[in-house]
Nanobody
Framework: QVRLVESGGGLVQPGGSLTLSCAAS????????MGWYRQAPGKQRELVAR?????STDYEDVVKGRFIITRDGAKNTLQMNSLKPEDTAVYYC???????????????WGQGTQVTVSS
């Protein structure tokens, strides 16, 4: 059974930084794309950043130049700089994973971590 565990959320003042981490464990053969999504109250979940198996990256326009996603093995990190109140949301990690003995890729989600940007 594959499991994703996120860490690093919390409260930060505007202009501050936070680093989110997501680690996958279990019977993993291949991890394809890794991404971070966020959901603010009353809004739909949206893609923030993703990194593919070849390390190519995509970012939501509003976070370009402020957020950086990296990956290392079964783990990824989202470095968030120059945080703004509008970045406040629950952040979710997602990975596309093929398990050992599996024949296809399955998307797995973390449990979510709260990020609050407020003075």
């Amino acid at each position: 059974q594959v499991r994703l565990v996120e860490s690093g959320g919390g409260l930060v003042q505007p202009g501050g930084s936070l680093t989110l981490s997501c680690a996958a464990s279990g019977s993993i053969r291949t991890i394809y794309g890794m991404g971070w999504y966020r959901q603010a109250p009353g809004k739909q979940r949206e893609l923030v950043a993703r990194i593919m198996i070849n390390n190519s990256t995509d970012y939501e326009d509003v976070v370009k130049g402020r957020f950086i996603i990296t990956r290392d093995g079964a783990k990824n990190t989202l470095q968030m700089n120059s945080l703004k109140p509008e970045d406040t949301a629950v952040y979710y990690c997602k990975m596309g994973i093929r398990e050992v003995g599996g024949t296809s890729r399955t998307d797995y989600w973390g449990q979510g971590t709260q990020v609050t940007v407020s003075s």
